[in-house]
């Protein structure tokens, strides 16, 4: 094989692996992202949770009047 296309073919699966690490820190970004999104919505059920107890409390022992 001549030099040449040995370049090329070294340069082919050069941009072969950069497009396939490019796909996989992608995938990453996604993956964090829908993390944080879940992780927010579970926050705020908490939260409203949380108001929910602290208003049945108050209705219980009368402070909400």
């Given at each position: 094989?001549?030099?040449?296309?040995?370049?090329?073919?070294?340069?082919?699966?050069?941009?072969?692996?950069?497009?396939?690490?490019?796909?996989?820190?992608?995938?990453?970004?996604?993956?964090?992202?829908?993390?944080?999104?879940?992780?927010?919505?579970?926050?705020?059920?908490?939260k409203e949770m949380a108001q929910g107890a602290t208003?049945?409390?108050?209705?219980?022992?009368?402070?909400?009047k």
């Open positions: 094989m001549d030099s040449q296309k040995m370049n090329y073919n070294a340069g082919q699966a050069q941009g072969q692996a950069q497009e396939k690490a490019n796909t996989m820190m992608d995938k990453a970004g996604n993956a964090a992202q829908s993390a944080k999104e879940t992780a927010q919505q579970a926050g705020q059920q908490v208003e049945a409390v108050k209705n219980a022992t009368g402070m909400n």
